[in-house]
């Protein structure tokens, strides 16, 4: 059961980057910003793309600590097995992604004299690393206002609580940093 919860965590999340048009909307907003400024950008593209893959890349090594985690939380030696494997499999398969794509970053583009992009995907990444550490948040302490709290529920709620408000304070560190820098 909670392998096809951490499976469907994982096709939710996926499916949240498909459906939402983040690409295309982030894209058009940093054009129209450049516009503004009257200085455009000819690697905005690829500077997208490439922010893009390496967002998703670093959401799903998250989501694979969370199950690497909850795997040793759970009982059975056969389930945190298993869960520990598709945690490795998916953190590796993530970083993959990530570490590509943070290497083509460095190599193809010019990042240091126009970090417009940097910052707004720093800012996605503060803001959904925020969203889901406040909702696993707020439903640990619904859970503990209940009754009977589910013990699996709550343990997957702890984790995630702490992996992803971890995750939100280094995210946020890193765009504080960066937004200072320029």
């Known amino acids: ?28 907003l940093l ?32 989501i694979a600590v969370v199950a690497g985690l909850y795997s040793l939380l759970i009982d059975g030696p056969r389930a945190s ?41 720093a800012g996605l990444n503060v803001v959904l690393c925020g969203l889901i550490g406040m909702g696993a948040l707020i439903a640990t302490t619904v859970m503990l206002a209940q009754e009977y709290v589910p013990e699996d529920a709550f343990k997957i709620a702890m984790v995630m609580m702490g992996v992803y408000l971890t995750a939100w304070g280094l995210q946020a560190r890193a765009l504080i940093r960066m937004s200072a820098a320029t």
């Open 31 to 62: 054009r129209w910003r450049q516009a503004r400024e009257g200085t455009p950008d000819p690697q905005l593209g690829l500077k997208m793309a490439l922010y893009y893959f390496a967002t998703i890349g670093l959401h799903v090594m998250l």
């Open 81 to 121: 097995e298993g869960l520990m494997r598709v945690g490795l499999g998916m953190f590796a398969g993530g970083g993959i992604v990530h570490g590509v794509h943070r290497v083509l970053i460095a190599r193809l583009t010019a990042v240091d004299s126009r970090s417009n992009v940097a910052r707004a995907f």
């Open 1 to 28: 059961m909670m392998m096809e919860m951490f499976g469907g965590m994982f096709a939710m999340m996926l499916l949240a980057y498909s459906i939402v048009p983040l690409f295309p909307f982030m894209y058009v």
